[in-house]
């Protein structure tokens, strides 16, 4: 396999987790107001993507795939609500351990890297042009 093609297959696997890694962000932004539904439940679990790098033994390159995707282990916030019905006695109710801050830096970190990968492609794609264009 030609380098250009690894080096874009490659940039497109970090695309892949990226991607990835973008919907698991949505889903815990849209998931940033559900509270439990009664005292002893619990309310939605942010959850974080791990990666891992991985041999492609066909092609004889190492590119990038999900490896997990895990519930955050971090504390759920506590808001105060007596008049909710998953309210305890002291008028808290469990709120989701998900800081749209965070959710929307870690969007934005995933989003530089897809482009960045989609950069690579780009440069492969006009690097081969170019060179078919010479042996012309």
Excluded: C, W
């Amino acid at each position: 396999m030609d380098e250009l093609q690894k080096s874009s297959k490659i940039a497109l696997s970090g695309m892949k987790a990226q991607s990835e890694r973008l919907r698991v962000i949505s889903e815990n932004l849209a998931n940033v107001d559900s509270l439990a539904r009664t005292p002893d439940g619990t309310p939605y679990r942010r959850k974080v993507v791990s990666f891992k790098s991985e041999l492609d033994r066909v092609n004889g390159f190492n590119k990038v795939t999900v490896d997990k995707v895990r519930p955050d282990s971090a504390e759920f916030q506590r808001r105060y609500d007596p008049k909710h019905p998953a309210a305890d006695k002291d008028g808290y109710v469990l709120a989701p351990n998900v800081n749209p801050l965070i959710e929307m830096m870690d969007m934005r970190e995933a989003q530089r890297s897809y482009e960045a990968n989609l950069a690579v492609i780009n440069s492969s794609k006009q690097l081969l042009s170019r060179t078919v264009e010479m042996l012309r």
